[in-house]
């Protein structure tokens, strides 16, 4: 087998960024009720039951209720205002008790403490708390890193695997494998590691989703600087992942997986990669991962013409510092998340810009969509040890029902396809009227800017008022008529305007749903995938697919979640399952193990079914969620909770294991 890389011993917390000591407390009592006053309480209070040992204050009366959210987010969790005031005095007796007793290192926690915490932040909700667990750098049974090791349960076993693509799925498998010890080489494509984050370089990119949510379980870093992280944060902070996890080292850059075959007598994957020069190797694998991504492969539409445009044409993720924009004339095509970030970020620097629009986008309010984090959370985040690992867990804790309620469909609802229920209808109400405030003065972009499919069928944008801003500016015109061909200098729309411009700027998103494309995987019997999906991509768990042994997908079909949920979360637990999946090879003593057909069909029938009952899931509507056939091949409707307990373990019922 190809050489490769085994890791050390777990001798260290599960966490990359692990901080043992908090700076000292210096501050006068004033000032600590003042920063009382400003914190996010549930957080806040269990950070203080964990470091000072007294969960005794976390009684039942102060459990924030997980007040639904509808648009914008409750207050500490909708702490009534009483529950707040005690609460608070609780927080300011337990920020003195650290202060006067010097308090400043992080504890493990116990068992019961674990509980009695994740009870109170969950109000109640102990079915939550194994997910939790994985998220949680305290918890003495964290259960994301592998409690076992290649050398004992295999030693001396020639097994090597491979992981393809280092992206933020990419560096969390090869991170778990390199922590049990599996023999492993990781290749990526391009020259650099971060996936998505390392291409996407236009002006404006950032998160669209709190940075605090979007971190893994075993990185969490503690200082960032931003509510919504920009691009380059998000880059540097996988580096430095990367790095501290032993990872850095081991990627092969400049090698693309071209081909996969899978030879039952060998119980191995021949492997074919490519240089960037078009040098081809073959190499043999027992297992392999693919991380390649999701939002990767660009979909630029193809308007007749097109060709003959003699300005610049770049798709969104191709984006590069030689992008020639300012002071030009230019078109965006699409209004989705990327052009919600391009559009603003360069409108004042063009001469002029078109949008052409096909559909609205539906915006939820961020009022601290370009905030940095406030100085009270880094305050805290600095003297209260842990603190910002319980924020992070607290956004985790929010996330687990999300806006689920918002967007589950009624049947027979009359509001339909503007809305799918009543709850559905009023957050379309209030996002309406958003838009009224936002757009008044300009009736004619309002009409425009009111999506005419229900909130949630399409990826809501989070919104402070920068996309009317740009919208309403004089040298920025929204064109809703349909793009009808490309000349060489420009575009025409059916109502037969021609729109002269320098630049077009394909933000029209991507192909989700084309998993592997490009990339020929040969199963059992020869089959290749993307015939046994027949346009139709499924995975068990989105990992596994029959006939296809030993061979795992990370962010494989219908593991993504958009109304709830930690993508992170999805992904470091596809990859675990899939390192579950070797161990069980390896235990065993067998070559492969293969996922059985009717296991699937129950798990995609299971989803189908949720999905199918979700805005996104309505027939009148269309979206990148769904594949060609019109399923929704892309999306999780369940919790991050359902996901946790799906892979907890390797269902010997759904497996065959080839000997
Ligand atoms: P997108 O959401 O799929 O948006 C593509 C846009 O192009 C849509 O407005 C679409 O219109 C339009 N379009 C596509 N084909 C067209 C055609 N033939 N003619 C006219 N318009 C056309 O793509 P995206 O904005 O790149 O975002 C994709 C996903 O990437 C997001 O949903 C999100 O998950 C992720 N993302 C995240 C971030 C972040 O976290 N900061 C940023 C960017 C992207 P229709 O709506 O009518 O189809």
């Not at 931003?226 to 880059?235: D, L, M, N, T, V």
């Not at 998340?337 to 970020?345: D, R």
């Not at 800017?449 to 909130?455: F, G, I, K, S, T």
């Amino acid at each position: 087998m190809t050489a490769a890389s085994t890791g050390d011993l777990l001798t260290t917390p599960d966490d990359l960024f692990w901080q043992e000591h908090s700076e000292s407390i210096t501050e006068s009592d004033e000032e600590l009720l003042r920063i009382v006053g400003s914190a996010d309480l549930p957080a806040l209070l269990a950070a203080l039951a964990a470091a000072t040992a007294d969960t005794s204050f976390l009684s039942g009366d102060l459990r924030p209720p997980l007040t639904p959210v509808d648009t914008v987010g409750h207050p500490h969790g909708g702490m009534t205002p009483l529950q707040q005031e005690r609460g608070r005095k609780v927080a300011f007796a337990a920020l003195k008790r650290l202060r006067d007793e010097g308090i400043t290192r992080a504890r493990m926690l116990s068992e019961a403490e674990t509980d009695t915490i994740l009870e109170y932040l969950g109000n109640g909700h102990t079915e939550w708390a194994g997910m939790l667990r994985h998220e949680l750098d305290l918890a003495p049974d964290k259960n994301g890193a592998p409690d076992w090791r290649f050398e004992d349960v295999a030693a001396g076993r020639d097994f090597t695997a491979l992981i393809v693509g280092s992206g933020v799925a990419g560096l969390a498998a090869a991170h778990r494998f390199r922590q049990a010890g599996v023999p492993f080489a990781i290749i990526e494509a391009t020259d650099r590691l971060g996936g998505t984050w390392q291409k996407n370089r236009y002006p404006g990119v950032r998160l669209d989703t709190p940075t605090f949510g979007y971190t893994y379980s075993f990185a969490q870093r503690t200082d960032w600087p931003q509510q919504f992280a920009e691009g380059h944060e998000i880059r540097e902070y996988l580096e430095t992942v990367a790095e501290r996890s032993g990872v850095a080292s081991l990627i092969e850059y400049g090698s693309a997986l071209i081909s996969a075959e899978w030879d039952g007598d060998a119980g191995a994957w021949s492997v074919t990669t490519e240089t960037a020069a078009g040098t081809r190797q073959v190499r043999q694998f027992n297992a392999v991962i693919t991380a390649t991504g999701q939002l990767d492969i660009p979909n630029i539409p193809d308007f007749p013409g097109q060709a003959s445009f003699t300005g610049t044409a770049v798709h969104s993720q191709e984006w590069d510092e030689r992008t020639d924009w300012q002071g030009k004339r230019v078109a965006v095509i699409g209004t989705g998340a990327s052009a919600y970030q391009i559009v603003p970020a360069i409108c004042a620097g063009v001469e002029r810009m078109v949008v052409f629009q096909r559909s609205a986008p539906w915006m939820l309010p961020a009022p601290a969509y370009h905030k940095p984090m406030t100085e009270v959370f880094s305050w805290l985040s600095r003297k209260v040890p842990h603190y910002a690992q319980w924020y992070r867990l607290w956004v985790t804790v929010l996330g687990i029902p999300g806006r689920f309620h918002t967007v589950r469909a009624e049947k027979d609802w009359p509001g339909a396809p503007l809305s799918v229920s009543p709850r559905n209808q009023q957050v379309r109400d209030e996002l309406t009227r958003i838009l009224g405030e936002q757009f008044s003065g300009h009736p004619e972009l309002l009409k425009h800017a009111v999506p005419d499919y229900p909130p949630g069928a399409k990826r809501m944008l989070r919104d402070n008022g920068v996309w009317a801003k740009a919208l309403t500016s004089k040298n920025v015109t929204l064109e809703t008529s349909p793009i009808r061909e490309i000349t060489p200098t420009g575009i025409v729309t059916a109502d037969g305007t021609h729109h002269e411009v320098d630049v077009i700027v394909y933000a029209t998103g991507f192909r989700p749903s084309e998993y592997l494309e490009g990339i020929e995987i040969k199963g059992k019997e020869g089959i290749e995938i993307h015939d046994a999906w027949d346009g139709d991509a499924r995975a068990y768990n989105g990992v596994t697919v029959p006939g296809f042994p030993n061979f795992f997908m990370v962010y494989g079909p219908n593991v993504g979640g958009v109304v709830a949920g930690s993508l992170h979360f999805m992904l470091e637990r596809a990859g675990e399952y899939a390192l579950k999946a070797i161990r069980e090879v390896l235990e065993r003593g067998i070559k492969a193990v293969d996922v059985r057909p009717e296991a699937l069909d129950r798990f995609v029938e299971w989803v189908d079914t949720e999905n199918r009952q979700m805005a996104w899931g309505q027939p009148y509507v269309r979206t990148w969620y769904q594949n060609s056939r019109g399923r929704v091949s892309q999306i999780w409707p369940f919790t991050n909770v359902e996901y946790w307990e799906a892979t907890e373990s390797l269902d010997p019922e759904d497996y065959d294991f080839l000997a």
